[in-house]
C-alpha cells in the first residue's frame, strides 16, 4: 500500500490557538490534498498544493509541502470550536491517473 | 453545487448476504471512487471507474465488485458479506479535466453485517 500517515493522530487545543498537522507520504506525487470530516460524514476538500509550490495560504489555512521530505503540514490559525474533525491528506501519485491515496486522519479537537 | 448522494446512511445486512451500496453524482464527472474507511486506517481505495463499464481495482478489492453502466450511477456489490466487512464506505467522484481536481464525497454508509 502506497498509504501515508498523518501526525498527531489526535490533538486537542482550545479555542484561538493554532493547529497543526503533519502528513508523510511514500511516492512522488501530482499534488497533495486536504479534506476535512465531519463526525460521520463525507469528506469535505480544503486546499490543494502542486508538487512545484512550497506554501499555499487559503483564509485561515496554510499548508506547506517538501517534497525532497515527501511531507506536508497543515495549519489552521485561531481555530474555532467548528473547526472539531477529522483532517485527512490525500496524495495524487505520480502515474496513478485519477487515484487519491489518503493518510490515516488527524483528529482534531478545539474547546473553548 | 456537485452532488454525490449514496442510497442509505445506515444498513444492517446479515452474514452471507449479497448486499448492493449505490452511489449516484449529478455533474457529469468520469471518474467516480468507492473506498472504506476504518479507525486507524484512514481510507482505502476499494475500486475505481473512469468511464462508463470500466473499473479498476484499488488497494482492498478482494470480497467485492463494481458496476458502472451509466456515467451518473456507481455500485459497489458484496458478493457475499462477511463481518469483516462492517464499515463506513464512502463514494466519490472527480472529473477528468487534469490533475488539479478535487474529490467530492458523498455522505458515507454505515454498513454493519451481523
Known amino acids: 500500500s502506497q498509504q501515508g500517515e498523518e501526525d498527531p493522530q489526535a490533538l486537542s487545543i482550545q479555542e484561538g490557538e493554532n493547529a497543526t498537522m503533519n502528513c508523510s507520504y511514500k511516492t512522488s506525487i501530482n499534488n497533495l490534498q486536504w479534506y476535512r470530516q465531519n463526525s460521520g460524514r463525507g469528506l469535505v476538500h480544503l486546499i490543494l498544493i502542486r508538487s512545484n509550490e512550497r506554501e499555499k495560504h487559503s483564509g485561515r489555512l496554510r499548508v506547506t509541502l517538501d517534497t525532497s521530505k515527501k511531507s506536508s503540514s497543515l495549519l489552521i490559525t485561531a481555530s474555532r470550536a467548528a473547526d472539531t474533525a477529522s483532517y485527512f491528506c490525500?496524495?495524487?501519485?505520480?502515474?496513478?491517473?485519477?487515484?487519491?491515496?489518503f493518510g490515516t486522519g488527524t483528529r482534531l479537537q478545539v474547546t473553548l | 453545487d456537485v452532488k454525490v448522494t449514496q442510497s442509505s446512511r445506515y444498513l444492517v445486512k446479515r452474514t452471507g448476504e449479497k448486499v448492493f451500496l449505490e452511489c449516484v453524482q449529478d455533474m457529469d464527472h468520469e471518474n467516480m471512487f468507492w473506498y472504506r474507511q476504518d479507525p486507524g486506517l484512514g481510507l482505502r481505495l476499494i475500486y475505481f471507474?473512469?468511464?462508463?463499464?470500466?473499473?479498476e481495482k484499488g488497494d482492498i478489492p478482494e470480497g467485492y465488485s463494481v458496476s458502472r453502466e451509466k456515467k451518473e450511477r456507481f455500485s459497489l456489490i458484496l458478493e457475499s458479506a462477511s463481518t469483516n466487512q462492517t464499515s463506513m464506505y464512502l463514494c466519490?467522484?472527480?472529473?477528468?479535466?487534469?490533475?488539479?481536481?478535487?474529490?467530492?464525497f458523498g455522505q458515507g454508509t454505515r454498513l454493519t453485517v451481523v
Open positions: 490525500a496524495t495524487l501519485n505520480t502515474g496513478t491517473a485519477s487515484k487519491l491515496t
Open positions: 471507474s473512469y468511464d462508463v463499464k470500466m473499473k
Open positions: 466519490a467522484s472527480s472529473p477528468n479535466t487534469g490533475y488539479d481536481t478535487e474529490a467530492f
